[in-house]
């Protein structure tokens, strides 16, 4: 399918570019593959900032599923979880921790939920073609993110496995450790990924025009 056949503008990149047929399908399966291997070398990627260093694993989710769309992009992350619980260490903590199922009962279970909330929530304004405006696509990165810092900061403050064996860190500790350092570094990933997606998006329009 061609840019121009997609007269209304409502798919997501990948959704425009893939083939008909069987080369569609190993085409999105590809995509996957390659989407996980992203988002773990992101995890591993860390960013001196303020006030901690960030890693670029949200800039991955987010960047891919405004180009994946909402179905790519939820399937790339929970094969990404899967591979987490089978034992790869593709989280950011493995190590020294150790990947597997204990791991998302741990303190960033919650967030690692909220991968799949940012996907579809961000994939699927990518399928309404919001991922050609960058206000747009910054307000959907925006709702992703917040329900993602909600869904980890309930997980770290009352149900989070810790290493002493207690669980939950009480509300005022999950914020301060847990939220509050990782805010201005998100807003600095949603801002990039907001703006990259777009000027993608303008690239293969004049190619195709």
Not at 163 to 189: C, H, Q, R, Y
């Amino acid at each position: 399918m061609s840019m121009s056949s997609n007269a209304s503008g409502r798919a997501a990149l990948a959704e425009t570019l893939l083939p008909e047929g069987f080369a569609r399908a190993l085409g999105a399966i590809l995509l996957v593959l390659a989407g996980t291997a992203v988002i773990a070398i992101a995890a591993k990627i860390r960013v001196p900032f303020f006030p901690v260093p960030m890693t670029l694993q949200t800039l991955a989710i987010m960047a891919l599923a405004a180009g994946y769309g909402s179905r790519l992009a939820v399937a790339t992350v929970l094969v990404y979880l899967a591979e987490g619980a089978l034992g790869i260490p593709v989280f950011t903590n493995t190590p020294p921790a150790v990947a597997g199922p204990a791991y998302f009962l741990g303190p960033t279970g919650g967030f690692l939920l909220g991968f799949v909330v940012i996907a579809f929530v961000v994939g699927r304004a990518a399928d309404y073609g919001w991922s050609r405006s960058a206000p747009k696509l910054m307000g959907a990165m925006l709702v992703g993110e917040v329900i993602m810092m909600a869904l980890g900061f309930a997980w770290l403050a009352w149900f989070a496995t810790l290493s002493n064996g207690a669980t939950g860190l009480g509300l005022s500790t999950a914020f301060s450790a847990g939220v509050a350092p990782f805010i201005l570094g998100d807003l600095l990933k949603i801002m990039l990924a907001a703006l990259a997606v777009p000027a993608v998006w303008m690239l293969f329009d004049r190619k195709d025009a």
